[in-house]
């Protein structure tokens, strides 16, 4: 499976500051001879701080603890070769642009190692004049992807959407939308499926608005019973029914000079819906079991998974509160349709569970993403926050690998797109093996991936489960901060 371009991205890195705030940007050069480095030294010094490694196993060692900004990687060099040591360099950070340094310009190694993300390469001997633009243009490059991120995530603290996270065009006109709704009073309608963010949505428009200062209460009405609903919407008085020992405002009241967020609006039952027209209509609401009418000034945000207007045809739904609620309406896009934002997703996660669980986690390796890219996201974004919490949880390394990920997650990886999941387009032979597979995988993930208990517990030999992961594509990954997809295009397990 071909590798996506964002795959060679980087997920965002935390502390970056703009290029200004910056010292001279670091080159490590890895090269075995230190006549090269020595060179190396020489040509860059002015412009850059140069670190020398001889190998690649010292190399890694610096990228634990140095912030790099260029590598210069010698292809030929005794023990590990650069094509070996490329990936692990790019495990650790693959927005570091590497240039390989190679005798041969012709070098089938260093043609297939630029394939797996070299940023360019040099052929000795040396011309300076090359070295230095190469590296300058490299440098330029990093230090303007640090900026963009820095201006990001000062826009984002700056303007609400330090949540909302994602720079797909659809996401870009997302943005646009809730700045503009954000500074009138319109109520808002937003439809999504379940999983995409709908309350970040809504909180980003009210801390946009003039209303910021002042509360915001989201209510999901389907997770209320519906003996509640009327109580917990307007409120009760003391003795409105049993149970009812005290006075107690409604969430309009609470929300007075704020913002309420109405999740899950169409699971509302028809006499519900009356009421809630009212207190939109009227700006009033009335306590159960009260008599007077209370003022309230309410910003009204509701969202639903379901389409209303089907709602309304089956007369589930009133036509009249829909209109008023689709006043401004806002559609969030599931993810499998922006896919170009896994990355920034995914470092999203990472960055927050790594901070909750105290994990040295930073990334994730390409195999890792391209099993992302591959699977179709049924509960979008909260999905992926689940697999990212789970694997930062697991992780036993720097990154997370497809080692981390979940067996039926990781298979996505090599599986073949016809049908797009749906049973009814498969023959009956795939739809078999896709049910084996399944469930080899879940009983493997019970035995914690050790094959030989699989095995036992599915009451085949050891090898004859063995061919069958093989004949599906599945290998073991390698241990270690380089461990990717094998050649071949088959996830691990």
Known sequence: MKTPQWARKDTVEMGDRPAAYRPRPVVLAIDDEPGVRESLQLILRDEFEVLEAPDGAAALAILATRRVDVALLDVRMPGEPGSQVLPRILAIDESIPVILITADPHLRMAVDAMKTGAYDYLAKPFDMEEILGLVRQAAQQRGMERELRYLRAEFDRAHGFDQLVGRHPRMVRLYELIAQVAQTHATVLITAESGTGKELVARAIHNQSPRRAQPFVAVNLAAIPEALLESELFGHEKGAFTGAHSRKPGKFELAHGGTLFLDEVGSLRIDMQAKLLRALQEREVEHLGGTRTIQVDVRVIAATNTDLRQAIRARAFREDLYYRLHVVPIDVPPLRERKSDLPDLAG???????????????????????????????????????????????????????????????????????????????????ARDRFEQAYVLRALEREDRNQSRAARGLGVHRNTLIARLAAWGFRREPAGPSARTVAGGGPAC
């Open 348 to 430: 999203h996660f990472v960055r927050k569970y790594s901070r909750e669980f105290k994990r040295d986690v930073r990334g994730l390796t390409r195999g890792a993403l391209v099993a992302l890219d591959a699977y179709d996201w049924p509960g979008n974004v909260r999905e992926l926050e689940n697999i990212i919490e789970r694997g930062v949880a697991l992780a036993t390394r720097p990154v997370i690998g497809l080692d981390d990920l979940p067996l039926d997650l990781a298979m996505n990886e090599g599986a073949p797109s016809r049908g797009e999941g749906d049973p009814a387009a498969l023959t009956l032979k795939e």
